[in-house]
C-alpha cells in the first residue's frame, strides 16, 4: 500500500502505480484519472489548499491566488472579526452560563438525546405557560407591497419553481411594507442590515422600493451562488457591501461601510439625514438569531450608537444553544432550566416535523446503544399527533418570547406577530423591536 493511502487512512486499498495516487475516502478506493508524467496526482487532485480547507483542490499555478479567495480563509486579518464576540449576550444579568450548564449536565437533565421522562416533565412546565403566554395570541398582520410582485413569466403556481418564488415573494412583501409603513424608507439616513442574507432576496426587494439608492450591507456566513446582488450592486457600488463571515465574530462597529456613515452622521435625532440601522433577517437559523441581536447590542456598546431597529423572523429553533441565547433570565424567571431549554429547542421540532424530535447528533455520533435509546424514548411518549403539533407550536413561541422579554429590558418597544399564514410557512412569526 503507498504512503498517500495510509495517509488518507484507508487501510485496504489496492492501490496502482500508474493512476493518480489520491484515495477517495468516500468511495473508499484509489482515483481513476492518469496523471501526467512525474507527477503523482491528476490535474484535479495534483495539490489541495491543505492549510485552509483539505477538501479544496487547486492547481499549484492558482495557489496563491486561491489562499486570498478561499472561503475558509482565516479571517484573523479582517478589522471586523473579533472572535467569539458575539456567541455570548454581554449584558447578561444572570449567572455564569458554563456554571449553570454544567450543573445541569451533573443533575442528568441535559442531555443529547433527550429522555421521555425528561420531555414529560417539561412538556407540564409548557403547559403551565400556556395561560401567561400562549401563541394564540399572537395577531395575524398580513401586508402585501404593490411593487414587490414576480414578473407574468415568474407567476406560474402549476410549477415547484413557481409556487417557491411566490412563497418568498409575499413574505419579503409583507416585511418590506411593515419597515415602509414604519417610515424607514423615508428616512434618508437609512441603512439595511440583512444577517444570514443569503442569496439577498430581500434586499434586493427593499433597494427596488428606493429606485436602488439605499444602503445595504448583507452578512451570510456562507457564499452561496446564484445571488440577487448582480441586479442592483453594479448601479451604486458605494451603497452595497457584502461581508462572508459567522455573525458570531462580527464587530459591526468596526465595518467600515458603516463606520463612514455614522461617523459624519448629524447627531440630532430629528434630523432625516440621521444614520439610522436596521437589522432584519429572513429565517436567521436557530443560534444565529441570538448572536445576531447580541451583535446589534455590542455595536450600540462599542459605537456609541443606538441600538438598532429589528425586523426579525426565525427558524430552526432545534438548533438554538443555551450559551449564546439571549432570554436565559426570562426563562429562570419561569422555572425553567438550561436542561429544559435544551429539551425544548429539540422538541420544537414537532411542530414543523411533525413525530421527530432534532439532535445535532447523527446515529453514527450516538452509536447504536444511544440510537436505540433514543427510539425507546419516542415510543414512550403519549402524545396524540395534534397535542405535539401544539407542544412544538410553544415551544418555539417561548424561545422567541424570551428574545422579545431580552430586548424590552434594554428599553426597547417590542411586538411579535403572524406576518403571512401558516399556509405560506410554518415558521410565521415575525419579532419588530424598536427603540423608543
Not at 500500500?1 to 495516487?21: H, I, L, Y
Not at 455564569?96 to 454544567?102: R, V
Not at 429544559?340 to 450516538?366: P, Q
Request: glycine residues 6%; contains cysteine; neutral net charge.
Amino acid at each position: 500500500m503507498s504512503e498517500a493511502a495510509v495517509n488518507e487512512g484507508v487501510a485496504n486499498v489496492q492501490m496502482e502505480p500508474d493512476k493518480c495516487q489520491f484515495i477517495l475516502k468516500k468511495k473508499k478506493r484509489q482515483c481513476r484519472l492518469t496523471p501526467m508524467k512525474g507527477e503523482m496526482f491528476c490535474g484535479e487532485h495534483i495539490l489541495r489548499c491543505s492549510s485552509h480547507d483539505p477538501k479544496h483542490t487547486v492547481c499549484e499555478a492558482k495557489l496563491a491566488k486561491h489562499l486570498k479567495i478561499c472561503n475558509s480563509r482565516d479571517p484573523v486579518e479582517l478589522p471586523y472579526f473579533n472572535k467569539g464576540l458575539n456567541k455570548i449576550p454581554s449584558s447578561d444579568h444572570v449567572r455564569d452560563s458554563e456554571t449553570q450548564l454544567q450543573e445541569s449536565k451533573e443533575e442528568g437533565s441535559f442531555t443529547g438525546v433527550p429522555s421521555a421522562e425528561d420531555v414529560s416533565e417539561v412538556v407540564e412546565k409548557i403547559k403551565l405557560n400556556f395561560g401567561l403566554c400562549s401563541s394564540d395570541s399572537l395577531k395575524d398582520q398580513f401586508l402585501q407591497h404593490p411593487k414587490v410582485a414576480l414578473d407574468e413569466s415568474e407567476r406560474d403556481l402549476n410549477t415547484k419553481k413557481g409556487k417557491e418564488a411566490s412563497r418568498h415573494v409575499t413574505q419579503i412583501g409583507s416585511l418590506l411594507k411593515r419597515l415602509e409603513l414604519l417610515g424607514h424608507f423615508e428616512q434618508e439616513g437609512t441603512v439595511l442590515l440583512e444577517m444570514g442574507a443569503g442569496r439577498g432576496q430581500l434586499s434586493f426587494w427593499a433597494s427596488l422600493l428606493k429606485d436602488k439608492q439605499l444602503p445595504i450591507l448583507l452578512v451570510d456566513n456562507a457564499n452561496v451562488k446564484n445571488k440577487f446582488d448582480h441586479h442592483y450592486k453594479y448601479d451604486a457600488p458605494s451603497l452595497y457591501e457584502r461581508i462572508n463571515m459567522s455573525i458570531e465574530d462580527l464587530d459591526l462597529s468596526q465595518v467600515e461601510f458603516l463606520s463612514k456613515r455614522f461617523s459624519t452622521s448629524p447627531k440630532s435625532e430629528a434630523d432625516e439625514n440621521r444614520f439610522k440601522l436596521v437589522l432584519v433577517t429572513k429565517h436567521l437559523c436557530g443560534a444565529a438569531t441570538d448572536f445576531a441581536i447580541t451583535s446589534a447590542v455590542n455595536f450600540h456598546r462599542l459605537s456609541g450608537e443606538p441600538v438598532p431597529d429589528m425586523l426579525l423572523t426565525f427558524c430552526c429553533h432545534h438548533r438554538c444553544a443555551w450559551n449564546s441565547y439571549v432570554g436565559k433570565q426570562f426563562f429562570l424567571e419561569s422555572g425553567f432550566s438550561p436542561g429544559d431549554f435544551n429539551v425544548m429547542s429539540r422538541i420544537s421540532a414537532w411542530y414543523t416535523c411533525g413525530d421527530k424530535w432534532h439532535s445535532e447528533h447523527t446515529i453514527e455520533d450516538l452509536g447504536e446503544e444511544k440510537a436505540n435509546e433514543k427510539s425507546e424514548a419516542t415510543s414512550k411518549l403519549n402524545f396524540v399527533a395534534s397535542e405535539k403539533k401544539e407542544i412544538g407550536k410553544q415551544c418555539k413561541y417561548l424561545i422567541n418570547y424570551g428574545r422579545l422579554k431580552y430586548l424590552e429590558g434594554l428599553g426597547m418597544k417590542c411586538e411579535m406577530f403572524n406576518y403571512v399564514d401558516s399556509s405560506v410557512t410554518l415558521e410565521n412569526v415575525a419579532l419588530l423591536a424598536q427603540r423608543l
